[in-house]
Every structure is written in structure tokens, then in C-alpha cells.
């Protein structure tokens, strides 16, 4: 199962947001960027479509894993994941979260890297 598009984040302004303003919380292997939500930023047609109060990115480089399909995998693998937990709920504004892995996570097993993720969304407040 996948995030639905309403959850998923797209767009290199929304990316250049997060990356600048964005709240860091670092793990050993991953860190996540947390923002309040900027319905500016995303596309025309993504505004028209009712706003869900939690909009997610994976970024995972070349440095995790030269292969496509390993990193199709763990970006599926955080998705499923994050679709199934339960995010407190936002005002209006919503909130945005980027997740991205360190090279060092690719030695990491599956089950590692979700606990940690989910270590570093309760120090962030969304859990």
C-alpha cells in the first residue's frame, strides 16, 4: 500500500522549504525535517485538493544503495509505514515531514529503521 497523493510531498520548492526552514532530528541512521505547512508552495492543482494535515517525502541517495530497486524498496517500506500510523492531527496549517536516510542505513535491518523513525517522530511531537 502507498501513500494516497494527497499525502504524498512532491516539488522542489516544497523540498527547498523543508530543507531551510525546517526543524532537524537526527538518528544514526536517517534524519527527519519537520515544517509547518506553505499550500504556496505546492502545485495549482495539488492546492485545489483538499489539504491533508500531514504531507511526507523519503529521500534516499546513491549512497545507501547504487541499486534502484533497493532504494524503491525502503522508500515503499517508510510510505506503507507512515500511511498506517497515527499522526496527531494539525490546524489548518498542516505540517510537512521529510525523511531521509544516511548512507550508513543501508547495513541497518527494516525493522531497525522503522523504530528508529519512530523514535525520532515522537521526539519531533507527531507522535
Same mark, same amino acid.
Given at each position: 500500500?502507498?501513500?494516497? %497523493?494527497?499525502?504524498?510531498?512532491?516539488?522542489? %520548492?516544497?523540498?527547498?522549504?523543508?530543507? #531551510?526552514?525546517?526543524?532537524?532530528?537526527?538518528?544514526?541512521?536517517?534524519?527527519?525535517?519537520?515544517?509547518?505547512?506553505?499550500?504556496?508552495?505546492? #502545485?495549482?492543482?495539488?492546492?485545489?485538493?483538499?489539504?491533508?494535515?500531514? %504531507?511526507?517525502?523519503?529521500?534516499?541517495?546513491? $549512497?545507501?544503495?547504487? $541499486?534502484?530497486?533497493?532504494?524503491? &524498496?525502503?522508500?515503499?517500506?517508510?510510505?506503507?509505514?507512515?500511511?498506517? /500510523? &497515527?499522526?496527531? $492531527?494539525?490546524? &489548518?496549517?498542516?505540517?510537512?515531514?521529510?525523511?531521509?536516510? #544516511?548512507? #550508513?542505513?543501508?547495513?541497518?535491518?527494516?525493522?531497525?529503521?522503522?523504530?528508529?523513525?519512530?523514535?525520532?517522530?515522537? /521526539?519531533?511531537?507527531?507522535?
Amino acid at each position: 500500500m502507498v501513500l494516497p %497523493k494527497t499525502l504524498r510531498l512532491k516539488g522542489y %520548492k516544497c523540498f527547498d522549504y523543508l530543507y #531551510k526552514e525546517g526543524r532537524r532530528y537526527y538518528g544514526p541512521s536517517m534524519v527527519i525535517r519537520t515544517v509547518n505547512a506553505k499550500s504556496k508552495l505546492l #502545485k495549482h492543482k495539488s492546492r485545489t485538493m483538499p489539504l491533508s494535515p500531514f %504531507k511526507v517525502a523519503v529521500s534516499i541517495s546513491h $549512497k545507501v544503495s547504487k $541499486k534502484a530497486v533497493i532504494r524503491n &524498496q525502503l522508500r515503499r517500506l517508510f510510505h506503507e509505514y507512515l500511511s498506517k /500510523k &497515527q499522526i496527531k $492531527k494539525f490546524s &489548518q496549517t498542516g505540517i510537512w515531514v521529510l525523511i531521509s536516510l #544516511k548512507p #550508513k542505513s543501508s547495513n541497518e535491518s527494516p525493522e531497525n529503521l522503522l523504530r528508529e523513525c519512530d523514535k525520532l517522530l515522537f /521526539k519531533s511531537g507527531l507522535l
